[in-house]
C-alpha cells in the first residue's frame, strides 16, 4: 500500500513539472539564441565601429535583451519595406545579393521558401494530409506544400501534389515526397493539431481532452 502510494505521488507530481520544465527550457533556449544572434551582430558591427565589443559584453549580463531588440529590428524592417522607398531599397538589396556567386545560389533558395511559408498568398503547410509511407499499408501524417511546377511536372502523367513528411519528435526534419493526388487524404484537422499528434508521436490524439493529473491517494482518517 505505501509502495503503491508512493507511486501515484511522484507520477502526480512528475505530471505538473515535466510540462512546466519541458516549456522553461524551449524559452530559455529561444532566448539563449537571439541574444547570441545580436550580440554576433554587435561583434560584426566592432569592425566598423570601434569599441562596439565592450557594449557587447555590457549588454551580455542582460537576459532576455537581445529578445527585445531582435524583435524591434524585425518590426522596424517590416514597416519600413512596407512604402515604396522601403520596397525600392529591398530591390537593390536582392539585386546587389543576386550578384555573388556562391551566395546568390543560398539567399535565393532561403528566401523563395521563406516567401512560400510566410507568405499569406502561400498553401505551404496549409493543410494536413494522410499518406501511405514507407510502404503500402504503412500511415502517416505529411503537410500539403503546393504542386508540382516545371520540367518536374511535365513528366508525369496525372495530378501530383507535393507534402512534407515530417519525423518524430522531431518535425523539423523530414522527407519531400511528389504523390498522386488521388493518393492522399485530406484531413479535418489543423496544422496546430498535427503537429501535437505528431511529436507525441501519437500520444496526444487531436479531439481528445488534455487528461488530468491522477488524483494523490487519500490517506485514511485514523481515531
Do not use: C
Not at 520596397?87 to 532561403?110: G, K
Not at 523563395?112 to 502517416?140: C, E, H, I, M
Not at 513528411?165 to 492522399?184: E, H, I, Q, R, Y
Not at 496546430?192 to 485514511?220: F, H, N, R, W
Amino acid at each position: 500500500m505505501k509502495q503503491r502510494s508512493f507511486k501515484q505521488y511522484f507520477i502526480t507530481g512528475l505530471l505538473v513539472w515535466l510540462p512546466m520544465g519541458i516549456t522553461v527550457w524551449v524559452l530559455m533556449w529561444l532566448v539563449g539564441l537571439l541574444d547570441g544572434i545580436f550580440l554576433a551582430v554587435l561583434l560584426a558591427a566592432d569592425t566598423l565601429i570601434p569599441g562596439m565589443h565592450k557594449l557587447a559584453e555590457f549588454l551580455r549580463g542582460v537576459p532576455g535583451l537581445g529578445v527585445i531588440l531582435v524583435a524591434i529590428v524585425i518590426f522596424s524592417t517590416g514597416v519600413f519595406v512596407a512604402n515604396i522607398f522601403g520596397q525600392w531599397w529591398l530591390r537593390q538589396w536582392d539585386a546587389f545579393m543576386n550578384r555573388i556567386p556562391v551566395v546568390r545560389s543560398i539567399y535565393t533558395s532561403v528566401k523563395q521558401v521563406a516567401d512560400t511559408l510566410f507568405s499569406g498568398s502561400g498553401n505551404a503547410f496549409s493543410k494536413a494530409l494522410l499518406v501511405q509511407y514507407p510502404r503500402q499499408g504503412s500511415w502517416t501524417i505529411a503537410f500539403l506544400t503546393g504542386t508540382p511546377g516545371g520540367e518536374v511536372a511535365r513528366h508525369m502523367g496525372q495530378p501530383m501534389v507535393s507534402v512534407y513528411v515530417p519525423t518524430t519528435p522531431n518535425p523539423t526534419s523530414g522527407f519531400f515526397l511528389m504523390m498522386p493526388k488521388a493518393d492522399v487524404i485530406e484531413l479535418d484537422m489543423s496544422v496546430d493539431d498535427a503537429l501535437k499528434y505528431i511529436i507525441s508521436m501519437g500520444v496526444v490524439v487531436p479531439g481528445t481532452p488534455v487528461p488530468k493529473p491522477p488524483e494523490a491517494p487519500v490517506q485514511p482518517k485514523l481515531d
